[in-house]
């Protein structure tokens, strides 16, 4: 069932922009109500379909290219070491 | 994670808070610091301190609570008052208006900048890293939270200390700028169909 009202009105009646709702739904922050909604809206919002699909992949690159560093070695054993040493005196 | 009920903790709750809840998010802790600082010395020096901290004001943490948004939030606190004071002059983002053109309509009618989803596919190096690295702070800070570390809007907003519609509006056009940059690329590594 696609919600005939939309979803992501406000309290205060201000109407979502494009861009505020494709934002929720990329950051998984849409309830379920409104990710259908914005499904049915991408089907005919040429610049959402678009922005979705760009946005999706950036933030996918991110995740894979972004987060490999590890911790140098020994810094965990320092870290330990210190805190021994603050707790002991 | 605001100031809660102190806890009480026998020493050896302590260490197994320390080690079972604190230490598993200290990769994640690293590139943070990492993703600040720009400097591996720097990014290690802040991880450390932050979990010195950590340990120090361990009563003030409920265990079983959120202790990767806890933890982020010293990390970032002690970057903002112990390292960038000593090297960063004051931001010239006028948050303010990056705020009012979020929430207006405008911002459906900005100009996306010309990049493909096929040009990204070939970014196999450090581009995109780049990319990120190159964003004032405050903008890359909320792309790390976001992004590659998953953080709820509620979460990052407590962790940054800024309101929800803020990290709103401030993800949106740090993720505006990564596209520049990105598309910037694109063009000089002449992608003619990009
Ligand atoms: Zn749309």
Aim: overall charge negative; charged content about 30%.
């Amino acid at each position: 069932m696609i919600p005939e009202k939309n979803p992501f009105v406000q309290a205060d009646g201000a109407k979502p922009t494009c861009m505020q709702m494709l934002q929720l739904i990329l950051d998984d922050e849409a309830s379920e109500e409104q990710r259908l909604y914005f499904k049915n809206h991408m089907d005919s919002c040429m610049p959402c379909f678009k922005s979705y699909s760009l946005d999706s992949a950036i933030k996918q690159l991110l995740k894979s290219r972004c987060c490999n560093d590890s911790v140098p070695p020994g810094l965990i054993e320092e870290i330990k070491f210190q805190i021994n040493q603050n707790t002991a005196s | 994670m605001e100031e809660s009920q102190k806890q009480h903790y026998s020493i050896q709750e302590k260490n197994a808070i320390f080690n079972n809840e604190f230490l598993p998010h200290i990769n994640s802790m690293y590139n943070f610091g990492y993703r600040l600082t720009l400097d591996q010395d720097d990014a290690k020096d802040l991880v450390q301190d932050t979990y010195l901290k950590a340990f120090r004001f361990i009563e003030s943490f409920q265990k079983g609570t959120n202790a990767k948004a806890w933890l982020f939030r010293i990390l970032k606190n002690s970057f903002i008052n112990d390292y960038r004071k000593k090297t960063k002059e004051p931001s010239k983002v006028d948050y303010q208006e990056v705020e009012m053109y979020y929430n207006s309509e405008e911002v459906d009618r900005q100009i996306t900048p010309d990049l493909r989803v096929e040009s990204l596919k070939d970014m196999i190096g450090d581009e995109i890293s780049n990319a990120l690295n190159a964003l004032d702070v405050d903008f890359r800070t909320v792309i790390i939270l976001c992004d590659l570390e998953d953080f709820k809007y509620e979460e990052m907003a407590k962790i940054l200390d800024i309101p929800i519609g803020t990290v709103r509006s401030r993800l949106h056009r740090a993720r505006q700028l990564l596209k520049e940059k990105l598309s910037e690329y694109a063009k000089t590594m002449g992608y003619k169909n990009s």
